[in-house]
T-cell receptor, first 116, second 112 residues
Framework: NAGVTQTPKFRVLKTGQSMTLLCAQDMNHEYMYWYRQDPGMGLRLIHYSVGEGTTAKGEVPDGYNVSRLKKQNFLLGLESAAPSQTSVYFC???????????????FGPGTRLLVL | QKEVEQDPGPLSVPEGAIVSLNCTYSNSAFQYFMWYRQYSRKGPELLMYTYSSGNKEDGRFTAQVDKSSKYISLFIRDSQPSDSATYLCAMKRASNTGKLIFGQGTTLQVKP
């Protein structure tokens, strides 16, 4: 049981290049999320999904696209990378909401992205 | 103004000290209050959560919520070097499935 895995672990891009970050979970969770973490800013939600085939915008969606074609995978795409997208990206997953308790989000190990 | 404010520290204490970590927030609709712990170069993991106001204890950790003051705290008793990490508070509305709002995180170092 690997939990949440992210690929790649580290990547360097040049401005204008594109890339896709892959998140996979083996816990059969309905919900998946992409966050970015920057110094002094905490974790900010980029996009999230409440089920296969669905996606929604979070707090900082501009410059990113996502897809959830399979329940276990959530892809984050950068079409034209900018230096402002240099960050650590975390994927998380959770079960659907149960009455009386928040969904525990399980995080992956992160992807460090440097855009030059 | 951020919805959730947290002093980033760093906070350095000797082993065995009582640690107090705090967050303030502005949105009165928040109902669930969580603390995540993040070790260096790892993903965050849920430490504990509290619903609405009150206290919750789990071993050496106690979470407190004061909704009237929009203030939450995490206390760590008998702190250990293994508690050295970044602690992030997070909050959500009852109706807002999955959307957590995080504080900036406080970096804690417990010295042996």
């Amino acid at each position: 049981n690997a939990g949440v895995t992210q690929t790649p672990k580290f990547r360097v891009l040049k401005t204008g290049q594109s890339m896709t970050l892959l998140c996979a979970q083996d816990m059969n969770h309905e919900y998946m999320y992409w966050y970015r973490q920057d110094p002094g800013m905490g974790l900010r939600l980029i996009h999230y999904s409440v089920g296969e085939g669905t996606t929604a915008k979070g707090e900082v969606p501009d410059g990113y696209n996502v897809s959830r074609l399979k329940k276990q995978n959530f892809l984050l795409g950068l079409e034209s990378a900018a230096p402002s997208q240099t960050s650590v990206y975390f994927c998380a997953s959770s079960t659907s909401s149960l009455a009386g308790a928040p969904e525990t989000q399980y995080f992956g190990p992160g992807t460090r992205l440097l855009v030059l | 103004q951020k919805e959730v404010e947290q002093d980033p520290g760093p906070l350095s204490v000797p082993e065995g000290a009582i640690v107090s970590l705090n967050c303030t927030y502005s949105n009165s609709a928040f109902q669930y209050f969580m603390w995540y712990r993040q070790y260096s170069r790892k993903g965050p993991e849920l430490l504990m959560y509290t619903y609405s106001s009150g206290n919750k204890e789990d071993g050496r950790f106690t979470a407190q919520v004061d909704k009237s003051s929009k203030y939450i705290s995490l206390f760590i008793r008998d702190s250990q070097p293994s508690d050295s990490a970044t602690y992030l508070c997070a909050m959500k509305r009852a109706s807002n499935t999955g959307k957590l709002i995080f504080g900036q995180g406080t970096t804690l170092q417990v010295k042996p």
